[in-house]
């Protein structure tokens, strides 16, 4: 693999295990955590080398070693850190799934896989419970560091709804737990529906479409503004029917009416009975 996946810091858990920790020592242990990150996480149980690496003399570092080398487990000439090894493992076998996935072409088969195995790239690291089970001892410090896993097997893919095309032809596709999820997210909004538009629009405009990657994130796009502007699965309310008026609104309202039709000169078969003249000052009937 040419570069590392990110490290996941979980800074709450950090910070409650160094507050015994100067400084001075607190850098120099993440300088171990992150070398031994990049290493594949093992680091050499060796004086000279690990005072490299934390960048102090040898001196300085058999002087604050006792208190950082109970993060770690000592084993076979080499240190290793058991949840940065089970972090690792992680974010790898991730990496290879993508890799292998790309290399299938960006195949339908390949993006389900990857949609039922990984979580989307564009959110961003959480700190979820799940990722390493506690046990009574520090989440940071290190017990024994666990043999690689087992890649587990694929689980069965969500039936797709609809396919997107891509920049490049491919076809991405939104699943049923995909409409489920953004259904949920975006109440206000048809989200079948708005697939299927979305759907037309990239195939009149394929300049604009996106890649397999970034379709997710378009689809996302989309829907906030449609939820934003309302939707279209709001329905107006039904109007209630119209009160009844009394025989004394009734009669006012008639006689409202007809004197309008009078003034602008509209026909009244109806109105029976003397005409008013409004000219100013003048009420005479004639």
């Not at 001075?24 to 993440?30: S, V």
């Not at 850190?81 to 390949?110: C, F, I, V, Y």
């Not at 097997?153 to 891509?166: K, M, N, Q």
Request: aromatic share 6%; charged share 25%.
């Amino acid at each position: 693999m040419s570069e590392r996946p990110f490290m996941q810091l979980y800074v709450s858990d950090f910070i409650g295990d160094t507050l015994h920790l100067s400084t001075e020592q607190i850098g120099a242990y993440m300088l171990l955590l992150m070398a031994m990150w990049n290493a594949g996480g093992r680091l050499p149980n060796d004086d000279a080398k690990l005072a490299r690496v934390v960048r102090m003399s040898v001196k300085k570092w058999k002087a604050i070693e006792a208190d950082l080398i109970g993060f770690f487990d000592v084993t076979d000439g080499e240190i290793c850190h058991n949840r940065l090894t089970k972090e690792l493992q992680k974010s790898e076998r991730k990496s290879q799934l993508r890799a292998d996935a790309g290399a299938k072409g960006g195949s339908s088969k390949a993006l389900k896989d990857k949609e039922a195995r990984l979580a989307n790239a564009s959110v961003l690291p959480q700190h979820s419970p799940d990722t390493i089970t506690r046990d009574n001892t520090s989440s940071l410090r290190s017990d024994v560091c666990p043999e690689p896993e087992k890649s587990a097997p694929a689980t069965p893919s969500s039936p797709t709804v609809i396919e997107l095309p891509t920049v490049n032809g491919d076809m991405v596709p939104i699943t049923e737990a995909d409409l489920a999820e953004w259904s949920e997210a975006f109440p206000a909004v048809n989200v079948r529906q708005q697939l299927a538009a979305m759907r037309s629009w990239l195939n009149a405009n394929p300049k604009n479409r996106k890649t397999s990657k970034g379709m997710k994130r378009f689809v996302v796009s989309w829907l906030t503004r449609d939820q934003d502007r309302g939707g279209g699965r709001q329905h107006p309310q039904a109007q209630s029917p119209p009160r009844p008026q009394s025989p004394s609104m009734q009669r006012h309202h008639d006689i409202h009416a007809r004197l309008k039709r009078e003034l602008y000169g509209e026909p009244d078969d109806q109105f029976a009975g003397p005409t008013v003249d409004i000219a100013a000052g003048d009420f005479r009937s004639h």
